[in-house]
């Protein structure tokens, strides 16, 4: 079944996004960035129980704490979840104790599905002799029954095996249902699950499934069951804003109770992959958050789908990337035909000048005679004599600084093609590792890929370059503005330290704390330290930003 939603997915075309569920969205993206925070608190809990169990309770007070460490760890680390179910189930035997064998039992059986162990599953499974009298018990049989036979028909996806386990899947839910009672919260959830896979009932399923969620605590991962199978009946009705709104819940829902076996964000990122840049974007953040859970899981079948997944969204990406690269290269020309202009302006102006000159000089020996008697109008000449030499100096530093501009737009001529050869490398090292069946090992070289401190000191040392060729007098005017006992030194000669570079990007117009942060990586709070130091030791702390702007200006 899960595999079924997944091909699904991937057929869509486009996704209208709602205000709410782009607020929903944003919501997905704060807990993505609290993931920390949510597995801390799980681990608290699971180092509590922990602790209780290593305190010296009693045997049958220990199965109970292991049971309920098994239920913290089983979608939440696939390793742990086996080793819980293990040592319950070791001690359940040397006890004596119906019960907790068969629990423990179903849980292995269940763990070992989880892990793609279907047949091992199974072979666990019927060392129990005989059908449990306790309903629980039973019914967590057959449900664990139910997930062996879904997930081997799933694992099949074929014409002749997969019907048949669907069919022990759909027979096992069956059994199962009749264990669950009215007032049971979950009820209505396996009414739901009922109507789809033994009534084919969409529309029912639909009324039980929207019940459950009035009726399951939303801090539950039963509630994220029951958003992701109303997802899916959204999706096969066609409603995509309410596919949308249910995958997002459940993906919120797995994140906050850290069920690591999940498939609803995987999902979501399958969905997203063909929209425009930022949904791209957003589409890689789950896709990868989704790797790092199954990575955490240790689920291999996890891994696997996220694996097949992952180079069609890096590959949208990628195709991203190479438009901007063509927009910056016209940026490029467009910038070079300005400079250009600018040459030619400047050319026309100094003509301008040699001619006026001579015409200076033409009049100057017609009206010889005549300057004793017109002192006013030699003052005059005087003064234009002034204004000429002034502007004279100006066109120097026009030409100067075009010449700097050039030199700018070399290096960033340079480091585009740099960065596009690299781009080339990159895109080589995918295919080889696509032709060689290198999935996993591509996977992980994306995964760490960084940009690296050689790519980052490259980049700093061309714009200190760059900008001290285009400024060369910012560090003095700017110590200017510094008392005596704040001023920046510099620790070497071309190279600027991080509160020049932080003034100098807000000299060229960055005033955003977030966008120098990342054009320096640094983290925003690091830059906004630096600024407050710096308007510290300014002599006039009200209008030092202003100040810094008005630097190195032409007069």
């Excluded at 040699?354 to 020996?365: G, I, M, T």
């Excluded at 700097?404 to 080589?428: H, N, P, V, W």
């Excluded at 600024?531 to 030791?537: A, E, G, L, P, T």
Aim: aromatic share 10%.
């Amino acid at each position: 079944m899960k595999k079924t939603i997944l091909l699904a997915s991937l057929l869509l075309l486009s996704i209208p996004m709602r205000a709410d569920n782009q607020q929903l969205m944003d919501s997905l993206d704060a807990a993505i960035a609290q993931r920390a925070q949510y597995i801390q608190a799980k681990s608290d809990r699971i180092g509590s129980l922990k602790r209780r169990l290593i305190e010296g309770v009693s045997d049958e007070r220990a199965l109970s704490i292991i049971d309920d460490l098994y239920d913290e760890y089983h979608v939440f680390q696939f390793d742990s979840a086996m080793s819980y179910a293990d040592r319950g189930l070791a001690l359940a035997l040397r006890l004596g104790n119906s019960y907790y064998t068969t629990l423990f039992t179903v849980h292995r059986s269940e763990i070992l599905s989880f892990g793609g162990l279907y047949s091992e599953a199974l072979e666990c499974m019927n060392t129990l002799r005989e059908q449990p009298t306790d309903s629980l018990l039973r019914f967590k049989q057959l449900l664990a029954y139910n997930a062996i036979y879904s997930y081997w028909s799933d694992y099949c996806h074929d014409v002749h095996y997969a019907p048949f386990y669907r069919a022990k899947a759909d027979s096992c839910l069956y059994q199962a249902i009749a264990y669950v009672m009215p007032d049971d919260p979950l009820y209505d959830y396996y009414q739901g699950e009922k109507n789809v896979y033994l009534n084919h009932d969409d529309k029912q399923a639909r009324i039980h499934y929207l019940n459950a969620l009035k009726r399951i605590d939303q801090h539950s991962r039963a509630y994220s069951m029951a958003s992701f199978a109303l997802a899916g009946n959204y999706r096969v009705a066609g409603e995509q804003d309410k596919y949308i709104e249910y995958v997002i819940k459940a993906a919120l829902s797995d994140l906050k109770n850290c069920t690591m076996e999940n498939l609803a964000l995987q999902d979501l990122a399958v969905c997203l992959f063909d929209e425009n840049e930022e949904q791209i974007r957003r589409a890689e953040l789950y896709i990868n958050t989704s790797m790092e859970d199954a990575k955490f899981y240790n689920n291999r079948l996890r891994i696997l789908e996220i694996s097949r997944t992952l180079p069609q969204i890096m590959n949208t990406y990628q195709a991203t990337i190479v438009a901007k690269n063509r927009k910056l290269r016209n940026s490029v020309v467009f910038i070079s035909l300005l400079v250009l202009a600018l040459l030619l302006t400047a050319y026309y102006i100094y003509r301008q000048n040699l001619k006026l000159a001579s015409r200076r000089r033409e009049l100057a020996s017609s009206h010889q005679k005549l300057i004793n008697m017109n002192k006013q109008l030699a003052d005059s000449n005087k003064t234009h004599a002034a204004l000429n030499l002034q502007l004279k100096e100006l066109n120097l530093q026009l030409i100067n600084t075009n010449k700097r501009r050039e030199g700018l737009a070399s290096i960033f001529i340079d480091l585009c093609a740099k960065y596009i050869d690299k781009l080339g490398m990159y895109q080589t090292l995918v295919k080889r590792k696509i032709k060689a069946n290198q999935a996993q090992e591509l996977l992980q070289t994306i995964s760490s890929t960084r940009i690296s401190e050689q790519d980052a000191s490259t980049f700093l040392h061309r714009f200190d370059k760059a900008f001290l060729d285009l400024y060369p007098t910012f560090v003095e005017e700017f110590n200017a503005l510094l008392t005596d006992d704040g001023q920046v030194v510099l620790k070497s000669p071309n190279t600027l330290t991080t509160e020049l570079r932080t003034f100098a990007l807000i000299r060229l117009g960055v005033k955003n704390t977030a966008d120098i942060a990342g054009l320096l990586f640094l983290s925003p709070q690091t830059i906004y330290n630096c600024r407050s130091v710096m308007k510290n030791r300014a002599r006039r702390r009200e209008t030092f930003d202003d100040d810094v702007q008005r630097l190195c200006s032409v007069n």
